[in-house]
């Protein structure tokens, strides 16, 4: 398969995933090796989980089917940019390269506009939408003190 016909499984993906009322027009595949190992298409509605993205559930699959929690060797294939929250989880999945259909404005001229969270990034915690305030870091600090000293660790 090319790059285009990856896409267009991507694209088949959101199409199949919006017609079954599952999620938003969303979807995603990701290729190792000239061949599909993840697919995922947006269930945010269905699962009532606001983190089911097609991209999240297609780097959810990928890993599960490589038994890695990387995916080095990588592509990703996603039928419109990704939000800031696939972006994260993108980059913690560490993939070669990411490919994408429709953009930040086609999707917000659809409804779907993520640029709220881009205007919140960078405010002073007290001043975005939702507060942040930070409580009980003494205790917080325990797992990662103990993080530092474990001896078996998967390091990521």
């Given at each position: 398969m090319c790059k285009e016909q990856?896409?267009?499984e991507a694209v088949k993906a959101a199409i199949e995933g919006m017609n079954n009322n599952e999620g938003g027009p969303f979807g995603c595949v990701i290729v190792k090796d000239g061949k599909i190992?993840?697919?995922?298409?947006?269930?945010?509605?269905?699962?009532?989980?606001?983190?089911a993205h097609a991209e999240v559930n297609a780097i959810r699959d990928a890993c599960k089917n490589l038994e890695s929690f990387q995916l080095e060797g990588c592509e990703i294939y996603t039928s419109c940019e990704p939000c800031p929250m696939c972006l994260g989880a993108i980059y913690w999945a560490r993939p070669d390269k990411v490919y994408y259909g429709s953009n930040q404005v086609d999707a917000a001229n659809i409804g779907f506009d993520d640029q709220f969270i881009y205007?919140?990034?960078?405010?002073?915690?007290?001043?975005r939408k939702i507060p942040f305030e930070q409580l009980g870091r003494q205790i917080a600090l325990e797992p990662f003190k103990a993080w530092q000293e474990k001896e078996d660790k998967t390091h990521y």
């Open positions: 990856f896409m267009q190992i993840g697919r995922g298409n947006n269930r945010v509605t269905s699962t009532n989980d606001p983190t205007d919140e990034i960078p405010l002073p915690y007290a001043e």
